[in-house]
């Protein structure tokens, strides 16, 4: 936007949700890939003594998702509350 036309709080609210959004599918794969490999490899790994390191990568990247979702809820529900009235 040009300065003529600076944004509002709710474009920015806006701006930063789709940001989020777009962290979430990423987060989320990257979620799967890594439980798909843990599980083909837990065998392997076990027997290295490397289980715990995943664990805990797959443990912390489940907390950033739940946080990520939550902070995602506490925009939208911003969003509304910063959409203008409608005109009648």
């Known amino acids: 936007m040009s300065e003529e036309n600076?944004?509002?709080?709710?474009?920015?609210?806006?701006?930063?949700?789709?940001?989020?959004k777009e962290m979430r599918h990423y987060s989320k794969n990257n979620?799967?890939?890594?439980t798909r490999e843990w599980l083909l490899?837990?065998?392997e790994l076990s027997k290295l003594k490397q289980t715990e390191k995943i664990e805990d990568l797959m443990e912390r990247q489940g907390q950033f998702y739940e946080a990520l979702e939550k902070v995602i809820g506490?925009?939208?529900?911003?969003?509304?509350?910063?959409?203008?009235?409608?005109e009648e």
Request: net charge negative.
């Open 6 to 20: 600076p944004k509002t709080p709710l474009d920015h609210v806006t701006d930063t949700l789709s940001q989020l």
């Open 31 to 34: 979620v799967e890939m890594l």
């Open 74 to 86: 506490d925009l939208e529900e911003l969003a509304v509350k910063l959409q203008p009235p409608p």
């Open 41 to 43: 490899f837990d065998g």
